[in-house]
């Protein structure tokens, strides 16, 4: 971040906060030399007094013609015009961007502290607030923090769930400043809550915070009275979907698309899963589709990488799914990682030859979650490869994850050969997956079916 002035029409400055320390230390010895020498030398070069007004982050400090008063009473010039630059006292502009000053008069130093001491203040007017609750802080905005989902709770109330290992160690205690900053107080919860223990109220409105799951912690808005019970109850059950309508030649929608950022032995990795369901009439081949990342200032950091497909060949209505899972050595957990796919889904060349799937049969063993089942091999002809691919779906339809593997022996017309899929090497989700969060699953088994 570059600290600088900048000039609008009016004739105000506007200080975007950039990069405050090299501002502030860029500014600093002419600011003090000039704010000492300058009564002195007033008559001697064109020097301006308080000839700016001064904006921060849209907020105004200073108007043309004031003067900034010191904690000892004393006023002093808020801003010192020489040769076209302008010149701000160190320690006001410290404090507004929550730098620490200080003075030392025997080795005549200045000193700014910006450092994991200092808590950033968020200014009022600044917020960054929920579009849906224009009176509410946006929890990742403030914090950085990734969001996971979000949706309804009950007839009222909304949360935003963010993934844990997002958040910063100082993000929630910087949120409740942020709350606090916009009138929110402290918001005792019944005892009978046991999902929720903190919550802050402002007018009818009820923020509170709860863990959603073991990687989700979310963030609770509630319209409320008095009585309203804020407890995170589960969604209803959905009612059924429609059926799409397929429509003539190749069709599709990214129907659910779940990414996060975590880290493993100190190396920080970006993983996506994402959801294409066939909505044409066309068969449709899942090709060789790269990408690229970038965080949130278009800065690249992977390029090139490719997103493994499950299955190849998708027939109408059918769902497939897109996997990555790749190390970002220039990320932190709070970059703002964004995907810029370029998709390879075309019509398909040939329907998917599949083969038959019996017995299967989902358990908690050694490695998690493992599948194990039989295939036939009904093709008509000799085979000696089959992928595998089971995914796993939630009550609501959401896709858990993809457990797939490989089988690759001799398999003579009509053989039965047994397969298993573990959690290790086999996994492709977000998230670890325990039979009992699985409601439902589809399974394929197919031969490599390759188009070029």
Not at 196 to 217: C, G, M, N, Q, W
Not at 323 to 334: K, M, N, Q
Request: net charge negative; proline share 7%.
């Amino acid at each position: 971040m570059a600290g600088r002035l900048q000039k609008n029409k009016k004739g105000e400055f506007n200080v975007k906060k950039t990069n405050v320390k090299s501002f502030i230390l860029g500014m600093a010895v002419m600011a003090i030399i000039v704010s000492l020498a300058a009564p002195a030398i007033a008559d001697l070069v064109d020097i301006s007094m308080n000839g700016i007004n001064i904006r921060v982050n849209g907020n105004d400090v200073a108007k043309q013609g004031e003067m900034l008063t010191l904690s000892n009473g004393t006023q002093v010039p808020f801003s010192i015009g020489y040769k076209g630059t302008n010149y701000l006292p160190i320690g006001k502009m410290a404090e507004l961007f929550g730098i620490t000053p200080a003075w030392d008069g025997t080795t005549r130093t200045a000193s700014l502290t910006d450092g994991d001491s200092v808590t950033p203040t968020p200014i009022t007017g600044t917020i960054p607030m929920y579009s849906k609750y224009p009176t509410v802080p946006d929890f990742g905005s403030i914090t950085g923090a990734t969001l996971a989902e979000e949706g309804d709770i009950g007839n009222s109330a909304h949360f935003y769930g963010y993934y844990i290992v997002s958040i910063p160690d100082e993000g929630l205690p910087l949120y409740i400043d942020t709350l606090k900053e916009c009138g929110y107080e402290y918001y005792a919860v019944p005892d009978t809550n046991e999902y929720i223990s903190l919550a802050y109220k402002k007018d009818k409105i009820i923020v509170a915070f709860a863990f959603l799951t073991e990687t989700v912690f979310g963030v609770v808005i509630v319209p409320t009275s008095e009585t309203t019970d804020i407890t995170p109850s589960p969604s209803p059950t959905p009612s059924p979907k429609p059926p799409i309508q397929p429509q003539p030649g190749l069709h599709y929608q990214f129907t659910n698309t779940q990414a996060q950022t975590y880290e493993s032995y100190g190396d920080v990795y970006w993983e996506t899963l994402i959801e294409v369901t066939n909505t044409g009439t066309d068969a449709m081949y899942l090709g060789s589709t790269k990408f690229d990342l970038t965080d949130e200032t278009g800065k690249i950091l992977r390029a090139g990488e490719t997103l493994s497909s499950f299955p190849d060949i998708l027939h109408s209505g059918e769902k497939g799914y897109f996997y990555a899972d790749v190390e970002v050595p220039d990320a932190t957990l709070t970059t703002q990682i964004k995907m810029v796919p370029r998709w390879d889904i075309k019509t398909s060349k040939e329907p998917r030859t599949n083969f038959d799937l019996s017995e299967i049969d989902i358990r908690d063993g050694q490695f998690g979650t493992t599948v194990y089942g039989k295939i036939a091999n009904n093709t008509g002809e000799e085979q000696n490869w089959a992928i595998i691919s089971v995914v796993f779906y939630s009550e609501d339809d959401t896709p858990l994850g993809v457990w797939m593997t490989n089988v690759m022996e001799d398999m003579p017309v009509g053989s039965k050969i047994g397969f298993e899929v573990s959690g290790i090497g086999g996994q492709r989700s977000l998230k670890d997956v325990t039979p009992g969060m699985i409601d439902h699953y589809t399974a394929y088994a197919y031969p490599p079916q390759w188009q070029f």
